[in-house]
């Protein structure tokens, strides 16, 4: 079974410009999470999806941050326009929520790397 | 609010030695508690979990035991290799299951051979 999947890997840009970065998640999982982690850091939510529905963005700085997940598949979090301390690693994860389950394991992505020079 | 201290790396041990990465949390109600690794350019695999106190979880040879009293979840492990070497990060969710899973920093764990 394939897992997570990103992409870019990688992704070098200067400041003020735009960046996307899209995430698949494991067949058949309906909850997805985008997380920030910063070097040296552990990661930290920004939003979790169920199906398509954005049910926790708090931690997503909407002025520039933004996610789609259409369909309730597949997830895009763009950045417009980036500034020099959103370089991190942006990490997908995905879940089977069931009702009733105190835990559902979350499988991690690889992982986007951003630089904003 | 939640949080999760862990200790700081990097770690480094020699091949069979007794490995422990301490981990200490905050929490109101009973938490959750779950170790995560992250592999050279991997994302990060669920290692080991415990739900409520007492409990002990275990993979590969790693433990840890859920501690109320301490408010702690160490993991450990007896005779490490060099394939172990990897960043460890302690986590912990609230009792709802709308609870987001908080994370430690991270310990680098390096093994010479």
């Known amino acids: 079974e394939a897992g997570v999947v990103q992409s870019p890997r990688y992704k070098i840009i200067e400041k003020k410009q735009p960046v996307a970065f899209w995430c698949n998640p494991i067949?058949?999982?309906?909850?997805l999470y985008w997380y920030l982690q910063n070097l040296g850091q552990g990661p930290e939510l920004l939003i979790r999806?169920?199906?398509?529905?954005?049910?926790?963005d708090s931690q997503l700085p909407k002025d520039r941050f933004s996610a789609e997940r259409l369909k309730g598949v597949d997830s895009t979090l763009k950045i417009q326009p980036a500034e020099l301390g959103d370089s991190a690693v942006y990490l997908c994860?995905?879940?089977?929520?069931?009702?009733?389950?105190?835990?559902?394991?979350?499988?991690f992505g690889p992982g986007t790397r951003l630089t904003v020079l | 609010g939640n949080s999760v201290t862990q200790m700081e790396g990097p770690v480094t041990l020699s091949e069979e030695a007794f490995l422990t990465i301490n981990c200490t949390y905050t929490?109101?109600?009973?938490?959750?508690l779950f170790w995560y690794v992250q592999y050279p350019g991997e994302g990060l695999q669920l290692l080991l979990k415990?739900?409520?106190?007492?409990d002990k979880g275990s993979n590969k040879g790693f433990e840890a035991t859920y501690r109320k009293e301490t408010t702690s979840f160490h993991l450990e492990k007896g005779s490490v290799q060099v394939s172990d070497s990897a960043v460890y990060f302690c986590?912990?969710?609230?009792?709802?299951?709308?609870?987001?899973?908080?994370f430690g920093s991270g310990t680098r764990l390096s093994i010479r051979p």
């Open positions: 067949s058949g999982h309906n909850t």
């Open positions: 929490a109101t109600g009973y938490p959750s």
């Open positions: 994860a995905s879940s089977v929520s069931t009702a009733g389950s105190s835990y559902n394991e979350q499988f």
């Open positions: 999806y169920e199906n398509e529905e954005a049910v926790d």
């Open positions: 986590a912990l969710r609230g009792y709802s299951s709308a609870s987001k899973i908080i």
């Open positions: 415990a739900t409520k106190a007492d």
